[in-house]
């Protein structure tokens, strides 16, 4: 579904990424690991069309690495930045509004969009507690949970999704967990940059390890935990 090949990426004058080859294929729950630095969070902008790059990103075959974000957006490829961007003194309600996509279909064509508001309201009923408070004054996981509803409310294909359990309650990493077997289950595809590696191990089919803005090892979950050396070299504290 999403095929990465050889891509640079840049900030400026420096040189982030280094030739990044990646891959997540439909129903797929891949893991982007690494250190904080290594070029995971610049690897989903890339794709995304934020920062300056080149090489090769094609999503469902056809190559988008020339387009605008909003058109990447509306081929179905979804995207939950790490620091959130809700819009704070909009409500609940109105920042799922702004994420739904007008006329959403399926993959399969089907007239019925994929995800409602009430589907979301019934994975996170705090959400719909929350429903006609400003996001501004819910709390960070409330708001985590609310930004990774809006993404989902445009009924993507693939979701990336950057970070979504950094500072969060147990409790609170517990339902985004829930939220990942809930979007699998309906046939999404998911791009998970995460730092926990219980969580990844947990959830991802397969695995990338990052260093220095290049992939180190990929492999299954079983493959890394038989590797040591990969996960004392560039994931380990």
Not at 4 to 23: C, E, N, P, Q, W
Not at 34 to 59: C, D, E, H, L, Y
Request: glycine fraction near 10%; proline fraction near 3%; charged fraction near 25%.
């Amino acid at each position: 579904m999403l095929e990465v090949r050889d891509l640079h990426a840049y900030y400026g004058k420096s040189h982030i990424l280094h030739g990044v080859d990646m891959t997540v294929g439909q129903g797929e729950i891949v893991s982007l690991l690494g250190r904080n630095g290594a070029g995971r969070s610049t690897t989903v902008r890339a794709v995304m069309g934020q920062v300056a790059k080149s090489g090769s990103v094609r999503f469902r075959g056809e190559d988008i690495s020339q387009l605008r974000t909003y058109l990447i957006a509306r081929r179905g490829l979804g995207y939950v930045p790490e620091n959130r961007e809700i819009f704070p003194t909009l409500t609940v309600r109105q920042n799922l509004m702004l994420g739904a996509k007008i006329g959403a279909r399926s993959s399969a064509g089907s007239a019925a969009a994929r995800w409602s508001m009430d589907d979301l309201f019934d994975l996170f009923p705090v959400l719909r507690e929350r429903a006609d408070a400003p996001a501004g004054v819910i709390s960070g996981g409330e708001q985590q949970m609310l930004t990774l509803c809006r993404t989902l409310m445009g009924n993507p294909d693939l979701v990336m999704i950057d970070e979504p359990t950094e500072g969060l309650a147990p409790k609170v990493v517990e339902l985004v967990a829930r939220l990942f077997d809930e979007m699998k289950g309906r046939g999404l595809s998911i791009l998970l940059v995460e730092q926990k590696l219980t969580i990844a191990l947990r959830l991802s089919q397969r695995l990338y390890v990052m260093g220095h803005g290049r992939i180190v090892f990929q492999g299954t979950p079983d493959d890394l935990r038989a590797n040591e050396q990969v996960r004392k070299e560039w994931l380990e504290v």
